[in-house]
């Protein structure tokens, strides 16, 4: 009895996607040419990269409470009207304020040399005479916790190698305070980097409250493995650290909204964005202007074509992404109850190279429609979806785990970590080809799935 119920009810839940999946219609054949018209669109000229440009050049990086961040955001909202996008407008954020400060770091020891060095983000500063310590390198947490009773009072540095960004950034954001509690002054780590030309990489690092801030920077890799070839070679390493980093007070900034408002089901919403802020180092031309280009340039391109779907389109271009995601906690917090309405969340903000398709967290049956749409963008190679089961990018995440089906642009990243965080962000590192890619596979994803005739069903992975 109690079986037959259970397969009863199994059958009943294996059917209910399916039939929803019935009234869809044949998404290859419904929205081919639109889709191919949009791609068209996107790909005729370099009015995408262009637009970056302009944002670039004009204002620089875009810091969380930095003036240059405000005045881009202005400049974004201005030209969204002038595009005749709707409902254009600047959420209000509070965001935090550091300040990086006059910076060096410097060899005493074997012998005298500037070393290539950025504060890492949300570092404490030095006292004003710098901190001159001897350095203690290891490779790895285990070699510090092996070594801990020779840390005490030295600068230590961690050396490890890059290996996937998810797991060597953990040195950046905990190798602080896990030296701290070894009884370290200060602390370096190898810049988390694929490839390196002695360009230092910053990032934000994270305090543990238990134990003692010290200044943290990231040393350029080259410099980073001179200095563990001095330790191996018996010499010992000294270096001056000097930093003015401090923390301010909270500021004011936006998060920036615009729409192409729904034609039947306003109220529903596939959002579209990228982080607008950066760090502020380079142009934060990949990271994430890039990103937060292609999203906005993917609307206008439906405005711009007449296009209208059932559904609401939202750009969003979140603040606060990279030391804070102040911006996505304000979003999701403004949404509060509407979050049910959101239908899909795409994020890019992996670099602007040429595109592969997604990575979606969401349910079985919303990716069976997603992989569907991704068929139609054959043309341009961008056909991949690679599901995964926790949000694939920082901005969504609080709408992913309310139930939103969350994607990320995927895009063949292989040289990201080389420019990613660095004075080499630039608008140079881009291809005006890859970023008008990477607005067609934006702009026909969220298209064809705010137009659907079905909502893209919510849930997680396993549901
Ligand atoms: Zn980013």
């Known amino acids: 009895m109690i079986s037959r119920r259970v397969t009863t009810a199994l059958c009943l839940l294996l059917a209910a996607p ?6 869809q219609p044949d998404i290859a054949t419904a929205y081919r040419a639109v889709a191919d018209s949009l791609i068209r669109g996107a790909t ?18 875009r810091l969380s409470g930095s003036a240059s961040l405000e005045a881009a955001i202005d400049w974004i909202l201005d030209l969204m009207k002038a595009d005749g996008l709707e409902n254009v407008r600047g959420e209000p954020v509070m965001v935090p304020r550091w300040v990086r400060g006059a910076e060096s770091a410097e060899l005493v020891k074997p012998r005298v040399a500037r070393l290539a060095m950025l504060g890492l983000g949300g570092s404490v500063g030095t006292p004003k005479g710098g901190i001159t310590a001897q350095v203690l390198v290891v490779s790895s947490f285990e070699e510090l916790g092996q070594r801990a009773a020779e840390a005490k009072g030295k600068i230590v540095l961690f050396d490890a190698p890059f290996t996937e960004y998810e797991a060597t950034r953990r040195i950046r954001t905990d190798g602080p305070s896990a030296a701290a509690r070894a009884g ?3 602390c370096l780590i190898r810049s988390v980097a694929s490839g390196s030309i002695r360009s230092p990489h910053t990032g934000a690092t994270l305090y543990d409250s238990t134990v003692a801030r010290i200044p943290a920077a990231a040393l350029s890799v080259e410099d980073a493995m001179m200095l563990h070839r001095f330790q191996d070679r018996g010499e010992p390493v000294v270096v001056r650290l000097r930093m003015g980093a401090r923390t301010l007070s909270d500021t004011p900034s936006r ?8 034609r039947e089901q306003p109220d529903e919403v596939v959002v579209v964005g990228g982080h607008i802020d950066s760090w502020d180092v380079g142009q934060g031309a990949m990271d994430d202007g890039g990103g937060s280009v292609a999203a906005w340039e993917a609307v206008r391109l439906m405005r711009r074509l007449g296009l209208r779907p059932r559904r609401t389109v939202r750009v969003v271009l979140w ?4 030391n804070g995601g102040r911006g996505a906690r304000a979003y999701r917090e403004g949404q509060a109850d509407r979050v049910a309405k959101h239908v899909l969340a795409i994020e890019s903000d992996n670099g602007v190279f040429n595109p592969k398709g997604y990575v979606l967290a969401g349910s079985d049956s919303a990716a069976a429609v997603v992989q569907q749409v991704a068929g139609l963008l054959r043309s341009i190679n961008a056909t991949g979806v690679q599901r995964v089961n926790e949000s694939p990018a920082a901005d969504i995440t609080l709408l992913a785990e309310a139930g939103v089906a969350a994607m990320e642009l995927d895009v063949e990243g292989s040289r990201y970590f080389w420019y990613h965080h660095t004075d080499g962000d630039t608008l140079d590192k881009l291809d005006p080809g890859e970023l008008a890619r990477c607005v067609a596979a934006i702009a026909v994803m969220a298209y064809v799935v705010a137009d659907l005739p079905d909502a893209l069903p919510h849930g997680t992975t396993t549901n």
């Open 319 to 322: 603040t606060n992404e990279e």
């Open 44 to 61: 005729a000229d370099s009015s995408a990269y262009r637009r970056l440009g302009r944002l670039v050049d004009t204002f620089g990086h």
């Open 184 to 186: 370290a002054v200060a």
């Open 18 to 23: 399916r039939a929803a999946q019935a009234q």
């Open 255 to 262: 998060n920036v909204v615009a729409e192409l408002v729904g």
